[in-house]
């Protein structure tokens, strides 16, 4: 497998949601793009209210608290992004300030791609071919992708 760099897409066209630039032209598709999740109450499904609080996790993770994302950081966002960026910081449970292939694993993430939900070990990459998430490194918002071809 060769392991290629592609940035994340924390872009206003994704939403609330952490979404993965995987065709690399530094917008959100969601035709041809993902979204990173978590299964946070871990049954199995990924919600929709998973899908954003996972997103306002990983960016709180990365020291972004603005949940929602408007530009401007309210006290209440401040407190609720430092309680989320607790919680998010037992994903990563080497403290490196990355998400490895293992953590990730761990903590029940899940990629969505054109609706349907993927392992992040395996997921359908734009070209064709099949990605699995190497790390996610929510601070400069990039993240690696293995491709099998």
Known sequence: MNTNQIYTANLPAAGRAYGLDLDANLEFDPRHDAVLAFDLAGDGIVSELDVELSGQALRALGGD??????????FDEGIIGSRMHSAAQSWDRDHDGLLSAEELKRARARV????????????????????SLARVDPRYH???VASDR
């Open 142 to 144: 990039c993240s690696w």
């Open 112 to 131: 969505l791609v054109d609706g349907r939900v993927y392992s992040p070990e395996a997921f359908p990459l734009p070209d064709g071919t099949t990605g």
């Open 65 to 74: 608290y603005d949940l929602d994302q408007d530009g401007q950081l309210s």
